[in-house]
């Protein structure tokens, strides 16, 4: 394991558990809920679980790979990208399905607006390089419209959170912004008056919801046990609790056709169309 995620007061070289890396999460009060479902997830493995926190989803997906974690919450694009090297984990259930969309997002004050083309010569926000509805979704859109997504923009920048494009969106720093719709429903719930300052113009098809995974070579023993701690979180008071803060209904095994979708988009993207 390295040095560095010892320093960050993770499990000391040799001692067993598990380590799951997480890219920023929504919760206002986050390091208080991760506190609680590293709890509960510990109590019911019977052993130390220790959340990993990066800004990006390749800083992620480079540790797990790297074997400098046993798992991760990682959006449907690096998955696909990596699947070969991946073993899906669990899926979460957002209102009572795994799926999800992308929404496109432009200022509340903007009542013109009716699709991506309408932003020609704006500045427009992507969330991150390695997720599929903030950044390969409208990318591939705009693609199969024979518009060169590079070159349309005045100016395009990446927030690093779905949040922070919503705020960037909300705070008019940009006129237009490709969101997780799970994200921006999930923050009109907790912080209404952030999404109050957007408009939803469109919501892509449904995709595979953003999935927990681990690396291929992780124990049978140690998969199974994790993969049925999260699976049972819906049958548990806690566990609900704890569901209810994320907004999700609970999680499933999943499978590899949820994120066909996703798959089919990469193909577009490095075939040029």
Not at 73 to 100: D, Q, S, T
Request: charged share 25%; aromatic share 10%; glycine share 8%.
């Amino acid at each position: 394991m390295s040095g560095l995620l010892v320093a960050e007061g993770l499990l000391a070289d040799g001692e067993e558990g598990y380590r799951i890396g997480l890219t920023p999460v929504i919760l206002t009060d986050q390091t208080s809920f991760l506190k609680r479902w590293e709890a509960y997830l510990a109590h019911h493995l019977k052993t130390p679980v220790k959340f990993v926190q990066r800004q990006t989803y390749k800083e992620v997906t480079d540790l797990l790979l790297d074997g400098d974690l046993d798992a991760a919450w990682l959006c449907g694009y690096p998955y696909v990208r990596n699947r070969e090297k991946l073993k899906l984990l669990g899926v979460p259930l957002f209102n009572g399905n795994p799926f999800y969309r992308s929404y496109l997002i432009v200022p509340s004050s903007d009542t013109a607006t009716g699709d991506v083309e309408d932003l020609q010569r704006k500045v427009f926000v992507y969330s991150d390089p390695d997720s599929n509805s903030g950044y390969l979704y409208p990318q591939v859109r705009l693609l199969k419209k024979g518009i060169e997504p590079h070159r349309f923009f005045a100016k395009s920048f990446f927030a690093w959170s779905h949040r922070d494009v919503v705020k960037a969106v909300s705070d008019g720093i940009a006129q237009g912004g490709a969101v997780d719709g799970y994200v921006w429903e999930t923050l009109s719930r907790h912080d209404p008056t952030l999404t109050a300052g957007t408009r939803v113009v469109m919501k892509s098809e449904q995709f595979g919801f953003p999935p927990l995974v681990t690396r291929q070579d992780i124990s049978p023993a140690l998969f199974i046990a994790l993969q049925k701690a999260l699976l049972d979180m819906s049958s548990t008071a806690a566990g609900r609790e704890l569901l209810d803060q994320m907004n999700l209904d609970g999680f499933i095994e999943g499978n590899d056709l949820l994120y066909e979708g996703i798959v089919e988009s990469v193909k577009l993207l490095d075939n040029g169309l």
